[in-house]
């Protein structure tokens, strides 16, 4: 089976456009998180979907951030008036349930990289 | 919230000892603590998880214990090879939330 999928691999874009993010989840999971990572840094939790409802939206970094999810399966991350500071590694997971049990771990995707010149 | 340590410099070992990576974390014990392996240009992939009433987890080579009371765990390869070179990240729940937040990861070089 497949794993999870991300595109694009790599984004270049101006600074002010928009971008999306798409994540394909392993097929029947129902959560799917989104994270950031800067160079040389950790995973920034940003948002993440149990089904396709976002309860915690609170890493989100501004209203310029947004996601959705439909069908219970591919996401969408949206950046709108993209800014130097976005550039970074966007890494999508997904895992069966939204709470972690005893093997219930995430299954990342290869991230997309962003670059805003 | 929750602060997690991990040691950002980078542990050179030679092939066939034993590597110990260390994470520290700040705040309450969480409900369980994951390790996972970053390779460049990757997403991490996860290798153990490790629950609170759990004192040590085995999977083949690797092996991860887990002290409440330090508030720290270890990782560890045994038998190391250049293969494991990669970042090891770990992570832990925090805020109340079960979704883990994830440490900087210590990077590890074995030489053949």
């Known amino acids: 089976g497949a794993g999870v999928s991300q595109s694009p691999s790599n984004k270049v874009t101006e600074k002010g456009k928009d971008v999306e993010l798409r994540c394909d989840p392993i097929s029947g999971h129902t959560a799917l998180y989104w994270y950031r990572q800067r160079l040389g840094q950790g995973l920034e939790f940003l948002i993440y979907?149990?089904?396709?409802?976002?309860?915690?939206k609170s890493g989100l970094p501004s209203d310029r951030f947004s996601a959705e999810r439909t069908g219970e399966s591919v996401s969408t991350l949206t950046i709108q008036r993209t800014q130097q500071e976005d550039s970074a590694v966007y890494l999508c997971?997904?895992?069966?349930?939204?709470?972690?049990?005893?093997?219930?771990?995430?299954?990342f995707g290869p991230g997309t990289r962003l670059t805003v010149l | 919230s929750q602060k997690i340590e991990q040691n950002s410099e980078a542990l050179n070992i030679q092939e066939g000892k034993t590597a110990t990576l260390t994470c520290n974390y700040t705040?309450?014990?969480?409900?369980?603590l994951q390790w996972y392996r970053q390779d460049p240009g990757r997403g991490p992939v996860f290798l153990l998880l490790?629950?609170?009433?759990?004192k040590e987890k085995r999977k083949e080579r690797l092996k991860v214990t887990f002290d409440t009371t330090l508030k720290q765990s270890l990782f560890h390869i045994t038998a190391s090879q250049p293969a494991d070179s990669a970042t090891y990240l770990c992570?832990?729940?925090?805020?109340?939330?079960?979704?883990?937040?994830f440490g900087r990861g210590t990077s590890l070089i074995v030489h053949p």
């Open positions: 979907f149990q089904g396709n409802s976002a309860p915690d």
């Open positions: 705040n309450y014990s969480p409900a369980y």
């Open positions: 992570a832990l729940p925090s805020g109340g939330s079960y979704i883990p937040t």
């Open positions: 490790i629950r609170e009433n759990e």
């Open positions: 997971a997904s895992s069966l349930l939204e709470r972690v049990t005893s093997y219930n771990e995430q299954f």
